[in-house]
């Protein structure tokens, strides 16, 4: 099976280094796995943004944070956009 791409933006670079102050390393890289092997399995679950946001998807990294990407299927790549908090 072929793997997906992750690329990451400069905004969710930054956000990977607080997550893991914030000591939740070890949930982001799961979530990150999961993207990397089939980022449309339904588990952990995701949803999809409405609005301006609406090519993104989210999952939930813990209560408060979550990690929003883009999928481009011509290319498996998963486009990695925020993983922090979007309430800041």
Known sequence: MS???LVFTKQAEKDARKLVSAGLGKQTAKLLDVLKENPY???P??????GDLASYYSRRI???HR????????EK???II???THYE
């Open 82 to 84: 925020r993983m922090w």
């Open 67 to 74: 990690l929003v990407y883009q999928i481009l299927p011509e």
């Open 45 to 50: 679950n995701y949803e999809k943004l409405s």
């Open 77 to 79: 790549i998963v486009k």
């Open 41 to 43: 399995q339904s588990y």
């Open 62 to 64: 813990n209560i408060k």
């Open 3 to 5: 793997n997906w791409q």
